[in-house]
């Protein structure tokens, strides 16, 4: 019995090494904020025009083999911050690439993005390579302005702590916690308890793999604060407009003026009355403006009237706070010698005036 023969192409044994960046292309999915619909940044995913190597994980598969992880993540990163400039982008790292000479060097795309840059590697990879994160990465994202992302943050290491001293930025829950969530409220209690370690230590949340809005839901009420899925958009270059469900509502963005107009039309808080004598303004083509604070002004030294000498204010009393102050003599001075005429009575002067008389005759 023959055996059969095997025809290999030229494409099936294309080595990692043998990959132009011609032969790189990449699909972006959006990361949105689930309180707003607004995307907050996209995710790069790799696609390769090879054939052989077109599946992501039969590429890095290859590339460890070949121990060329190194370089295929520098390609993939040339590729991606060449297209979108001035887009916030998640990349992810393998954890060969931190032992490698690629991610250090100076010319690397990392260091020269117009936007955020978001470096993300596995919980896995955090917890086997800690030592190469806490280093390297740590060192690069303070030397370049990047942040650190976990990926598959839950995903059964039990030293969450551990993972979690590398000061990650952003943490994303893994897809296990995620899926139909909003029927197991065991893995919500889980998912809950994960939220609040993780706002107390900074770190912003990302819920991936959301595919319906019962999902979407249910983290945005334990206070997910991004969310990722084919629920709001499928990867695609370019990168694609959010899906975002009507279920959640939409947050209107309008300007100052218009703000203040549609506050004023919602409230039923009574307005507050113009002082009197102030005139009412109406200016064409205006919107009416009811006035909401008065400011009172207080008479400086320039505007106080001038006193008489002698005089001074007296003040007011308790219980009249309002009424004007009251003028009073000033004290006369203590060194002045008083006249017998200032401090003698009428009948006084009467017996003086009797012995004066009676002195002449």
Excluded at 3 to 24: A, F, H, M, N, Q
Excluded at 327 to 343: F, G, I, Q, V
Aim: aromatic share 4%; with cysteine; net charge positive.
């Amino acid at each position: 019995m023959s055996k059969p023969k095997l025809t290999w192409t030229s494409d099936s044994l294309t080595g990692v090494r043998e990959i132009l960046r011609e032969d790189i292309r990449v699909a972006y999915q959006p990361i949105v904020d689930v309180g707003t619909g607004v995307t907050f940044a996209h995710e790069v995913l790799v696609r390769c025009r090879r054939e052989s190597l077109a599946s992501p994980l039969a590429l890095f598969a290859r590339a460890v083999a070949e121990r060329a992880t190194g370089r295929l993540g520098r390609l993939i990163r040339d590729v991606a911050f060449g297209e979108q400039p001035g887009l916030p982008l998640f990349v992810n790292l393998h954890p060969d690439e931190l032992s490698s000479r690629w991610l250090i060097q100076p010319d690397d795309p990392i260091g020269f993005h117009d936007s955020g840059v978001y470096l993300e590697i596995t919980e896995a990879a955090a917890f086997s390579h800690f030592d190469l994160c806490s280093s390297v990465l740590k060192e690069l994202c303070a030397r370049t302005g990047a942040h650190l992302v976990v990926d598959d943050f839950g995903a059964g290491y039990s030293n969450i702590s551990r993972i979690l001293d590398l000061e990650p930025a952003v943490v994303k829950l893994d897809l296990a916690l995620i899926r139909d969530i909003h029927l197991k409220p065991r893995q919500r209690a889980v998912v809950s308890h994960m939220v609040a370690l993780c706002r107390d230590l900074g770190c912003q949340i990302v819920a991936e793999g959301i595919e319906s809005v019962d999902e979407l839901l249910a983290v945005r009420d334990l206070g997910v604060q991004l969310a990722q899925g084919f629920l709001l958009a499928r990867p695609a270059n370019p990168p694609p407009a959010v899906s975002w469900p009507t279920e959640m509502g939409r947050v209107v963005r309008v300007a100052p003026v218009e703000r203040a107009a549609l506050s004023r039309e919602s409230t039923s808080r009574r307005a507050p009355t113009l002082p009197a004598g102030m005139p009412k303004l109406s200016l064409p083509g205006t919107p009416r403006v009811t006035l909401e604070e008065v400011v009172r002004i207080s008479h400086s030294e320039e505007l106080r009237p001038k006193l008489r000498p002698g005089l001074e204010p007296r003040p007011a009393p308790a219980s009249r706070k309002s009424a004007a102050p009251t003028l009073r003599p000033k004290p006369k001075s203590a060194s002045r010698t008083p006249d017998a005429r200032e401090t003698v009575g009428p009948k006084r002067k009467a017996t003086l005036k009797s012995v004066r008389r009676s002195s002449r005759s």
